[in-house]
């Protein structure tokens, strides 16, 4: 049981490096961008393709991927995201839907549309209570943590932090400080993007890639994101990891049923959440008519 719940952590971490940058650019963009899952994937073959190049270094191939894809991030976000301001979320969905697709077909173009594995970089295991761990899927965790830690920090006292918390709670109230909001959202979009692509590459050596990667974790992803709350950090980090537990319990038990779990708990949160809203307009009413 140790060592699901080790596995669950790990999807956990992939789940937030992925999910973050989602819910960040909701909160802020009010945009569905699917174009996430097409930086993830095409970034996680980039990463493929350098580590040869690099004698296998994983480090450094895993830099070189995350660089390479923060133009293309900047690209998405000022000829397709920028356009959608404002727009009905069809349009978002639409229009980011399609760079998703096109991001596929581009993999099965250039790489093939056979799945392609990555070694264990550490390749060291740790015995805990008479059960082998594998120290990489540790290190995953322990990076997911630093990486909360490191946002709440970047949020909290840098400029650029202070301004998307700000937007996120009054974004026409920003605008009229004079403030360039655009060029903030731009760069945390890039952040969310380069985060997506680590998350990726980190979680290349526990699965296996293949070029619908990118559709197969944005569907968990949007659920991490609305069972933690639209652009809400905490919320997210935690959900990820709860439901990365429910899918590494789930799959220990009933393996079918472990993705179909995860959109079980975000409908009971939905559930909740529209229950508390009825509550409140009732007792509303009531407050009102007494």
């Not at 991001?103 to 549309?113: E, T």
């Not at 980190?202 to 559709?215: H, K, Q, R």
């Amino acid at each position: 049981m140790l060592e699901t719940l080790i596995y669950g952590l790990t999807i956990g971490a992939i789940l937030y490096f992925f999910s973050i940058g989602l819910s960040i650019t909701f909160g802020t963009m009010q945009i569905v961008n699917f174009a996430h899952g097409m930086v993830y994937s095409v970034g996680v073959y980039l990463f493929i393709t350098f580590l040869p190049w690099l004698g296998k270094f994983f480090p450094f191939a895993l830099a070189l991927a995350v660089v390479a894809m923060l133009p293309v991030a900047f690209l998405v976000e000022r000829f397709v995201i920028r356009r959608l301001y404002g727009e009905s979320l069809d349009y978002a969905i639409i229009a980011t839907y399609a760079v998703l697709l096109i991001g596929a077909d581009l993999i099965k173009w250039v790489w093939g549309a056979m799945p392609q594995p990555v070694s264990d970089p550490l390749r060291i295991s740790v015995r805990f209570w008479e059960i082998n761990i594998p120290l990489y899927r540790i290190v995953v965790f322990l990076s997911a943590v630093a990486l909360f830690l490191g946002l709440r920090a970047f949020f909290n006292r840098s400029i650029v932090g202070k301004i998307v918390i700000a937007a996120l709670e009054d974004r026409p109230g920003v605008r009229c400080l004079g403030l360039d909001v655009n060029k903030y959202f731009s760069i945390v979009f890039v952040i969310g993007s380069g985060l997506a692509v680590l998350g990726g590459v980190l979680y290349a050596p526990i699965a296996t890639a293949e070029p619908y990667m990118g559709f197969h974790i944005l569907l968990v992803a949007f659920a991490v994101v609305i069972v933690g709350g639209m652009g809400n950090l905490t919320g997210t980090f935690i959900s990820a990891f709860v439901l990365g537990l429910v899918i590494a319990i789930t799959a220990r038990f009933w393996s079918q049923a472990a993705d179909t779990m995860v959109f079980a708990v975000m409908a009971l949160v939905l559930l909740k959440n529209s229950l508390l809203a009825a509550w409140r307009r009732l007792t509303g009413m009531a407050a009102r008519t007494g």
